[in-house]
């Protein structure tokens, strides 16, 4: 069977069971479009900026666990994708992003809308190839997609010459059976069982266990085994920003999530722990703060990971376990199972000073009657939504306010951008979880910053009919920004005021879709009961004007510990 390249890349994602692909056309990619329009079964998603398709095939791979794909022309239209590859890579998101190229033979002669694209992704990828031979084409897709899901995933880019997607070849299907063997990669999916067991033991010994999960859980859908193990071992849980819904909120050992932004019995807890079980998590500067502070305490750690490089990356490693989070687990479990009982006794005075933190009620706020409070939106987001919705959001104090106010029971229903911090993911990340989940609740918890960076997407909802529920908490200013600058700066607030923001109701129906402006607090319940009932097949934009001087709390300040967290005012 002779194909051409752009036919062999349908193949390719036809069995990889490709739903979507999410792009925009340009000269270099026309005979895959070409392609793209003579099959059926796989839907182009046509969005309004490239970064928005990278971050559309991100929302996807989130929410479903599968790999995303976005497709996107040469020079810029690959040099826009950038942001949206470097923030899948930073949170280790499964996505397969095909770019164009200009023809083989003007490779390296500054041909009209070339870019060195596997030059300027090499620092953000898990891999990339540029593929110069059409014969090459189906086993390099196979690789791609492999790469993209397995070990720790990722996002790998694609780079097609123009020329490579017109020539033909002939098509063996053969490549699809074939087992794919790469030598130089081969993630370690089970733990050791010596260091099983050395872990096992140190958990049931311990007289202040913690358990502090990240992505990992989630990315791996090992939820179920990390719930086990906590109550069979009975022991307190944080999961990280990335990690909520990784463990039930509503269970009576989880304490919130750690950190910077992180609960005060949380932190205390991670601090002070003997024995911290660290979950496919990273150990970073947002969830620990000063390493030297950290390591103050005398505490044994037992880290599992299935990437090695990020054990022992920034915190010494007592017990390093390798291997893919679910199964390690599953091991884990066996292992504590086979064994003695965990003994109650050991951690009874540790669950009441854990309880004495508790009342510190870290997250309490002052209600008013005049301004909208953030915390009361959120809250009652998730009593209206009954915590079903999947929420995404943007960066900044939203995204913390969303973070530590709405209560995650289940794994893929918090989409964010946690390492990279990406401003305008909230949209785009709500437009492939609602193609991929046509039948659920999807909100996009915003601020007036972040939502400009992509809010052209607003056109690529209605041209798809996404009945996405946009909250923004729109405070006038860059709130994150701010409130650093009211904390450190001297109340100095250089660039950090919005001024001249649009008229977001009109806005929004200029787009076609419904637009509501909230001012009261006793408005708020009942225009979001209005937006998931009375228009619940429709996108409703929902301006919220909350409170311009609140500040999202607990706060560790930079290069601080997270002993050292600063509390609400009236607790100073």
């Known amino acids: 069977m002779t194909l051409t390249g752009a036919e062999i890349l349908i193949k390719c994602l036809h069995h990889e069971k490709t739903e979507y ?22 839907r182009h998603v046509l969005v309004r900026h490239e970064q928005a398709a990278v971050h559309a095939a991100d929302g996807y791979a989130r929410s479903t666990g599968k790999t995303g794909v976005a497709l996107v022309t040469s020079g810029p239209g690959a040099t826009n994708a950038v942001t949206g590859i470097a923030t899948a890579y930073y949170d280790s998101i499964p996505i397969v992003v095909i770019s164009g190229q200009v023809a083989t033979a003007f490779i390296g002669q500054d041909a009209f809308q070339e870019v060195d694209t596997v030059g300027v992704t090499r620092p953000c990828v898990k891999h990339n190839f540029l593929v110069r031979d059409v014969r090459d084409l189906a086993l390099t897709l196979k690789k791609a997609f492999y790469l993209a899901r397995s070990g720790r995933p990722g996002p790998v880019v694609v780079d097609i010459p123009k020329d490579v997607s017109a020539a033909a070849c002939e098509f063996d299907e053969n490549v699809f059976s074939t087992e794919l063997s790469m030598r130089s990669y081969n993630p370690v999916i089970r ?53 909520l819904g990784g463990f039930p909120a509503s269970d009576k050992r989880y304490l919130g999530m750690p950190g910077m932004h992180g609960t ?56 390093p376990i390798v291997g893919n989070v679910k199964d390690v687990l599953e091991q884990l479990i066996r292992q504590l199972e086979s064994g003695a009982a965990p003994n109650p ?25 005049e301004l909208i409070k953030p915390q009361f939106v ?16 943007d960066v900044g104090q939203h995204q913390m306010w969303t973070a530590q106010y709405y209560r995650f029971e289940q794994p893929r229903r918090w989409l964010n951008s946690g390492g990279l911090g990406t401003m305008g993911v909230g949209l785009p990340y709500a437009m492939g979880a609602q193609l991929a989940h046509p ?66 109701v009109k806005l929004a129906e200029a787009y076609g879709h419904v637009g509501i402006r909230v001012d009261k607090p006793g408005d708020v319940e009942a225009a979001l009961r209005e937006a998931f009932t009375t228009h619940k097949n429709e996108l409703v934009f929902l301006d919220f004007q909350i409170d311009r001087s609140e500040n999202v709390y607990p706060m560790v300040p930079g290069g601080k510990g997270l002993t050292e967290m600063v509390l609400p005012a009236e607790e100073l």
């Open 191 to 243: 733990g050791h069982h010596g260091q099983i067991k050395k872990a096992a033991q140190m958990l049931l010994e311990a007289r202040r266990p913690m358990i502090y999960a990240g992505g990992g859980v989630v990315l791996s859908d090992s939820a179920e085994e990390l719930t086990r193990l906590a109550r069979l071992l009975n022991v307190p849980v944080t999961t990280t920003l990335m990690g």
């Open 264 to 319: 005060y019995e949380a932190n205390m807890s991670m601090h002070h722990s003997d024995v911290l079980l660290a979950i496919g998590a990273r150990f970073d500067d947002r969830v620990i703060g000063n390493v030297e502070h950290f390591a103050s305490e005398q505490r044994k750690i037992i880290h599992i990971d299935v990437d090695p490089a990020s054990i022992s990356k920034r915190v010494k490693v007592d017990t």
């Open 439 to 504: 039948g659920k609740t999807v909100a996009c918890v915003t601020g007036e910053g972040s939502i400009q960076m992509n809010i052209q997407e607003l056109s690529t909802c209605r041209q798809f009919r996404l009945p996405i529920k946009i909250c923004l908490l729109n405070n006038r200013y860059l709130g994150m920004v701010r409130q650093w600058q009211q904390m450190f700066h001297g109340q100095r607030y250089s660039g950090s005021y919005m001024d001249s923001l649009p008229d977001f």
């Open 345 to 369: 006794a050991n951690t009874a005075e540790w669950w009441k000073r854990i309880e004495e933190w508790r009342t510190r009620q870290c997250l309490a706020y002052k209600p008013s009657t």
């Open 378 to 393: 959120i809250q009652k987001l998730l009593e209206i939504t009954g915590g079903e919705a999947i929420i995404t959001s």
């Open 21 to 42: 692909v999410f792009g925009y056309p340009g000269g270099a990619v026309l005979f895959l479009y070409d392609a793209l329009f003579q099959q059926d079964g796989i």
